[in-house]
């Protein structure tokens, strides 16, 4: 019998805040950059690169905590409300290990991350520093998304919503101070400040939470997902998301062996894109909780419900980010950079980047919801098959070889995009009626 519960009203209470939070993740990195472009505008292509590795191992190791959101959310779902507070405590253990093992692996990598690809040295070696600085930030950013995700799984978001923005300011007063001196490098310590404030005002905010006894956040022994379990779901999810922000990342390799201002622009461009797809991440975990909470109630009618009214919401909020870019398409190049050619440049592309948006936004709401019912690796492997695979050919392509240049790299994330969403979209089609309830305990 099919279920009459809507999920709207619900997903929209815990997307709200969450994709407001998201947005202030992409807030500080829109910071970063608004303030180097207009105040140290020669550093911009530092910038882009330097951040471009700290993405893929960020993300990644973002990936790898999912399962602190999924499977705290299932344990409320069971009746086992102190699990979620054990799901919390181990994902910040992942959490540490990995950041610290990101760092480490970028610090030895140095400048040889850039030239290995074709970068040249005037580029590589001013972009290096920058990231071994942003290194530092990667275990405090992981901390905060771990204890983030476990507040969205007990549907109290507002908490990490309202962190963010208030690290937003200290990234913001930090860039200001440092930047006219330090120029990107200076921009990296502060995005390491804001990310001091960030982690510790929020793990502080969970142990005080009044229902923190409750949820077992204070309280060792209690049962819950094992580390195990919460790595079935983060390594396939760190597997996805690390192949996807290492591919888009080529794509800033390629766009820096066509030239300075093509680097630069597309790191502008993407960051835009970035901004807009946090609402969609912000819908997803939404998506992921409900979904997740529904398959522990076994009451999986409700699972298939709630991941079709996340995609719905996805798709009607992309379609108004969309006609917005267009509306406001020669503004947005204006506040990126003082650079007038540069602002022009990207002011003309704006209509590109607003074809991505749907179809980016899709794929990911689509593979959360597969992730929350347990069906982790199809979409990694889907995401390696779009953005591994088809996105760097197409990019290269396009903008190298045909010499589109930046054009060329938004075509090839619009039509990987659209790949990644036709595949992931007929999987939870095809298994909306073979839907069952996940047969083992998350603390298996």
């Not at 760092?103 to 520093?129: C, D, H, R, Y």
């Not at 999987?427 to 996940?438: D, E, H, I, K, S």
């Amino acid at each position: 019998m099919s279920s009459s519960r809507s999920y709207a009203a619900p997903l929209l209470r815990i997307a709200g805040p969450t994709a407001l939070a998201r947005l202030g993740i992409i807030g500080m990195a829109l910071v970063d950059v608004v303030v180097v472009g207009q105040l140290a505008p020669d550093e911009l292509p530092h910038q882009a690169l330097g951040w471009a590795p700290t993405a893929v191992f960020l993300v990644a190791a973002i990936g790898l905590l999912q399962g602190v959101q999924v499977l705290a959310a299932r344990s409320l779902g069971e009746g086992n409300v102190e699990g979620a507070g054990v799901a919390l405590r181990r994902g910040l253990v992942i959490a540490v290990i990995a950041g610290i093992a990101s760092a480490l692996a970028m610090w030895a990598a140095g400048k040889n991350l850039f030239t290995v690809f074709g970068i040249e040295e005037s580029l590589a070696g001013p972009s290096a520093p920058v990231m071994s600085v942003l290194a530092l930030s990667i275990p405090l950013h992981l901390m905060y998304i771990a204890g983030t995700y476990f507040l969205e799984a007990i549907k109290k978001p507002g908490i990490s919503t309202a962190i963010m923005w208030l690290a937003n300011g200290v990234n913001l007063a930090l860039n200001l101070w440092w930047v006219p001196e330090h120029g990107a490098v200076g921009s990296a310590w502060a995005t390491v400040g804001a990310r001091v404030f960030l982690a510790g005002a929020l793990l502080l905010a969970i142990f005080m939470l009044r229902e923190g006894a409750r949820y077992g956040v204070r309280r060792m022994g209690a049962e819950g997902p094992s580390y195990r379990a919460l790595l079935a779901v983060g390594i396939a999810a760190a597997v996805s998301q690390a192949v996807e922000a290492g591919a888009f990342s080529a794509m800033t390799v390629i766009a820096g062996r066509i030239g300075a201002d093509v680097v630069s622009a597309y790191q502008i461009i993407l960051n835009l894109l970035a901004l807009v797809f946090m609402l969609a991440l912000g819908i997803s975990a939404a998506t992921a909780v409900l979904v997740s909470e529904a398959v522990g109630r076994q009451a999986p009618q409700d699972a298939v419900r709630a991941g079709w009214t996340g995609i719905w919401l996805n798709a009607i909020a992309m379609l108004v980010a969309a006609a917005a870019i267009l509306v406001f398409a020669e503004p947005i190049g204006r506040v990126y950079t003082a650079d007038i050619g540069l602002a022009a440049l990207i002011a003309s592309l704006m209509w590109i980047a607003a074809l991505v948006l749907l179809p980016d936004g899709t794929q990911v709401v689509a593979a959360s919801a597969l992730r929350a019912r347990s069906d982790n690796w199809f979409p990694t492997f889907s995401h390696i098959a779009a953005y591994a695979v088809v996105m760097p050919i197409i990019g290269y392509w396009l903008a190298e070889h045909e010499g589109l240049g930046v054009a060329g790299l938004l075509f090839a994330i619009f039509w990987s995009s659209v790949l990644s969403a036709a595949v992931l979209l007929a999987r939870w089609y095809f298994l909306r009626n073979r839907l069952a309830p996940v047969a083992a305990k998350s603390s298996a």
